[in-house]
Each structure stands twice: as structure tokens, then as C-alpha cells.
T-cell receptor, first 113, second 114 residues
Framework: GAGVSQSPSNKVTEKGKDVELRCDPI?????LYWYRQSLGQGLEFLIY????????KSGLPSDRFSAERTGGSVSTLTIQRTQQEDSAVYLC???????????FGPGTRLTVT | DQQVKQNSPSLSVQEGRISILNCDYT??????FLWYKKYPAEGPTFLIS?????DKNEDGRFTVFLNKSAKHLSLHIVPSQPGDSAVYFC?????????????FGKGTKLSVKP
């Protein structure tokens, strides 16, 4: 079946602009996660959605970052007034109910110039 | 403050030999551990996992060992193949059966030479 998809695969933006990153999870998966990986670093947790519960936003680095999940499926991560330190690969993952294993998309490489 | 540490950024192994990737953690509340493999320009792929109630889990050429007293786990790949060349991430969860975010190490780049 289809895996997790993310778009765009690459995004170059100017400092100060807003960007939106999209994630389509695996159909039927109830949980959706956003992580980012900066150069030479591990994956850093950003936000977690589980069904209709309030999202766990504890990993968002600043109030410039926000995310939505519409209809329990597609998610959009928005970064406002981008800064150069926001440059990273943004990864989305989904998982079935009550499962630890997370299935990742290919990521969006964001470059802020 | 890193809760999951992979102290070797890289490892080089000859094809056919054993690859041993190590991971240390500091949070005694972690109850589930996972290994992911990542190729360039792709997302991480789940490889193998282990619950804290076990000390070993095996899947084909891959075996994960957990030493809770030492807060240490390792991934053994036997025999290593060139296609195993990738970055390997160790990850941990402290959710006690519920879902939640994983805590990742920085990864170890494995190179398997023919």
C-alpha cells in the first residue's frame, strides 16, 4: 500500500517568509508525528496528533511553528517568518493505534536563505 | 541533554563480518527501544525493536540486545552486506504502552565494504 507522502520534497525560501509543509499519512493510521533533522543531528520531535485528542505540541521550538491535522488525516506544518536556523529536513511519520513503530515519509528539505 | 546517545558517528565493516552498533540511554523510564535505518534522501525505515521486559530480539540477520542495568543496547548485523550501508538511529519511548514521540540518537553511519 501507499506509504507516508510529503510535499514539497524540497523548498527554498527567503528569510522572513512563511512556509507550509504537507504530510499525507498512511490510511487508517491514527497517530501522526512531525520531526526535524538538522545537519549532523538526530531527529528532533516537534508535534504529535492522536485521533481527535488535543495535539502534543511540547516539541515546537517557538510560536512561529504551528501544525494542523484536518479530518484526522492530512497534516500541514506551518513555519512563519522563517529564520536560517529553521533549515532542516522535516519528517512526518504515522502509526496505527497503540503501536510504537512509526512509519516515516521521505521528508521535506527546507533551506532558508 | 541527550537522553539517547550513539557515541560512534561512523563504523566501517568488511562484507560478511559482524556489525555492532551501540546505543546508551539515560532515562530509566524508557520502556521500548527501536532501531531505524536511513538511506540518503529517504525517510527512516523501521528495522527492529525490543521491549524493556526482554533482553534480546532477533529478526533474520538483525539482533538487538538490551542491558537495562547498564542502560545500553546494541544492534548486531550478521553477516553484514553492502546494502546495509546506511545511517542507523537508535530510538526510545517512555509511554508505558501508550503512543507518543520517540527520542532519537544522532545516528551511526555504517559502511560495509565489499
Amino acid at each position: 500500500g501507499a506509504g507516508v507522502s510529503q510535499s514539497p520534497s524540497n523548498k527554498v525560501t527567503e528569510k522572513g517568509k512563511d512556509v507550509e509543509l504537507r504530510c499525507d499519512p498512511i490510511s487508517g493510521h491514527t497517530a501522526l508525528y512531525w520531526y526535524r533533522q538538522s545537519l549532523g543531528q538526530g531527529l528532533e520531535f516537534l508535534i504529535y496528533f492522536q485521533g481527535n485528542s488535543a495535539p502534543d505540541k511540547s516539541g515546537l521550538p517557538s510560536d512561529r511553528f504551528s501544525a494542523e491535522r484536518t479530518g484526522g488525516s492530512v497534516s500541514t506544518l506551518t513555519i512563519q517568518r522563517t529564520q536560517q536556523e529553521d533549515s532542516a529536513v522535516y519528517l512526518c511519520a504515522s502509526s496505527p493505534f497503540r503501536t510504537y513503530e512509526q512509519y516515516f515519509g521521505p521528508g521535506t528539505r527546507l533551506t532558508v536563505t | 541533554d541527550q537522553q539517547v546517545k550513539q557515541n560512534s558517528p561512523s563504523l566501517s565493516v568488511q562484507e560478511g563480518r559482524i556489525s555492532i552498533l551501540n546505543c546508551d540511554y539515560t532515562n530509566s523510564m524508557f520502556d521500548y527501544f527501536l532501531w531505524y535505518k536511513k538511506y540518503p534522501a529517504e525517510g527512516p525505515t523501521f528495522l527492529i525493536s525490543i521491549s524493556s521486559i526482554k533482553d534480546k530480539n532477533e529478526d533474520g540477520r538483525f539482533t538487538v540486545f538490551l542491558n537495562k542495568s547498564a542502560k545500553h543496547l546494541s544492534l548486531h548485523i550478521v553477516p553484514s552486506q553492502p546494502g546495509d550501508s546506511a545511517v542507523y538511529f537508535c530510538a526510545a519511548s517512555a509511554r508505558g504502552g501508550s503512543q507518543g514521540n520517540l527520542i532519537f540518537g544522532k545516528g551511526t553511519k555504517l559502511s560495509v565494504k565489499p
